[in-house]
């Protein structure tokens, strides 16, 4: 099966990042409808790293102020909710639930080095489902990495459990706000078959 087009274009080809979205909010119904989705996608052991705070509060949008980058500001503090994507280092502890066909499989990431980048890798994975998932379900996004990561662990994950990883403003994005597209690379100056 292949999706149709119309998908495809939703979702990918003619998705846009925003920096700015109309006053329409977004239902606490939609962000479930995400996570609904985007848990789906595959992560190592089935373990799925992610953590995300919807930041929908004037408060807890203000709380996230000082650590942005001062040219993420204004975009950030406008949009309708800001996705605060993070990964649990601790994710293992998990998997005897998530992952039951291998009851060792804690094992293979407590203690280990391998588990933190394994951790990032997987919540990165599912950060990026998450555009999806929103995409697919009518919302725009807008993922950005200028914020300080340090202010906001200790903002919002003051345990060292979670760590951040990257913002993403959701909400119905202003088209005739976008500028011309960017250019994308050919698939011979980014890939070969071998």
């Given amino acids: 099966m292949?999706?149709?087009?119309?998908?495809?274009?939703?979702?990918?080809?003619?998705?846009?990042?925003?920096?700015?979205y109309t006053g329409q909010p977004v239902s606490d119904a939609t962000l479930h409808a995400i996570w609904d989705l985007m848990k789906w996608g595959p992560t190592s052991?089935?373990?799925?790293?992610?953590?995300?705070?919807?930041?929908?509060?004037?408060?807890?949008?203000e709380k996230l102020r000082p650590a942005l980058a001062a040219n993420n500001v204004d975009k950030t503090m406008a949009a309708p909710v800001v996705a605060l994507i993070g990964h649990d280092t601790r994710f293992f502890e998990r998997l005897p639930h998530l992952f039951p066909t291998s009851p060792s499989a804690r094992d293979w990431f407590d203690g280990k080095p391998h588990a933190e980048i394994t951790a990032f890798r997987n919540g990165t994975l599912q950060g990026a489902y998450l555009i999806i998932a929103a995409r697919a379900v009518g919302l725009d996004c807008g993922p950005m990495s200028g914020f300080d990561n340090a202010v906001v662990d200790a903002v919002f994950f003051p345990d060292g459990r979670v760590k951040s990883n990257f913002l993403c403003c959701l909400g119905y994005g202003v088209a005739d706000s976008l500028t011309e597209r960017a250019p994308r690379l050919a698939f011979d100056e980014a890939c070969k078959i071998l």
């Fill in 2 to 20: 292949t999706a149709d087009p119309a998908t495809l274009d939703l979702i990918l080809r003619s998705a846009r990042s925003f920096d700015q």
């Fill in 45 to 61: 052991a089935n373990g799925l790293p992610a953590r995300i705070l919807f930041l929908k509060t004037d408060n807890a949008k």
